[in-house]
């Protein structure tokens, strides 16, 4: 979960991506994990790598 509602999904032999956590995703959602180090900082440099990308598609 990256906040504002998003989640990043990793699917398999594809590239991650945000999306809505909707309803679909909250009945699937099992659990959520993290490595003991995380800290939400660290989705700084992700979101920033998103969003400039997402200008160019």
Do not use: M
């Not at 504002?4 to 945000?18: A, M, N, T, V």
């Not at 099992?30 to 979101?47: K, P």
Request: overall charge positive; aromatic content about 12%; charged content about 25%.
């Amino acid at each position: 979960y990256c906040g504002d509602g998003e989640l990043l999904h990793h699917i398999p032999e594809q590239l991650s991506k945000r999306e809505r956590y909707t309803d679909k995703w909250q009945r699937r959602t099992h659990s959520l994990w993290r490595h003991r180090a995380w800290r939400a900082s660290a989705f700084t440099g992700i979101c920033n790598d998103l969003a400039a990308a997402s200008t160019f598609v």
